[in-house]
Nanobody
Framework: VQLQASGGGLVQAGDSLRLSCAAS????????MGWFRQAPGKEREFVAA????????AYADSVKGRFTISKDMAKKTVWLQMNSLKSEDTAEYYC???????????????????WGQGTQVTVSS
C-alpha cells in the first residue's frame, strides 16, 4: 500500500486549501483513511477520518465545520477540503490508512499502519 499526499501550500487566514491522498496497492474496500497533522514542537494529532466503504466520517473538534473529508473510490483518492483556515492549522499534514480499523480507534495514530509523506500547510495571519 502506498499513499501520496499533496496539495499543501502557503495561504492567508480565511483562505481554503484542498489536500489529496492518492492510494494504491489495494482495493481499500475495508480501509479507514485518516488525516493527521503535526505542528512544530507538537505531537501529531488526529484531524479527520473516513470509512472507505460506507463513508462514515469523523472530525477533530478543532476542525469540525471547517474541514470536510471525502473520497472517490474509482480514483482511490481521499480529499481534505479545508476552509476558513486559521494560523493554528499550520502543520505538516499526513494521510494514513488501516484495513479493518475499528471505528472507535480512528483517532489513534498508532492504529494506522500505512502513512503517506507529509504535505506542509502554512497559514499566515
Amino acid at each position: 500500500v502506498q499513499l501520496q499526499a499533496s496539495g499543501g501550500g502557503l495561504v492567508q487566514a480565511g483562505d481554503s486549501l484542498r489536500l489529496s491522498c492518492a492510494a494504491s496497492g489495494s482495493s481499500f474496500s475495508s480501509y479507514v483513511m485518516g488525516w493527521f497533522r503535526q505542528a512544530p514542537g507538537k505531537e501529531r494529532e488526529f484531524v479527520a477520518a473516513i470509512r472507505w466503504s460506507g463513508g462514515n466520517t469523523a472530525y477533530a473538534d478543532s476542525v469540525k465545520g471547517r474541514f470536510t473529508i471525502s473520497k472517490d473510490m474509482a480514483k482511490k483518492t481521499v480529499w481534505l477540503q479545508m476552509n476558513s483556515l486559521k494560523s493554528e492549522d499550520t502543520a505538516e499534514y499526513y494521510c494514513a490508512a488501516r484495513a479493518g480499523l475499528i471505528w472507535g480507534r480512528i483517532r489513534s495514530e498508532s492504529d494506522y499502519n500505512y502513512w503517506g509523506q507529509g504535505t506542509q500547510v502554512t497559514v499566515s495571519s
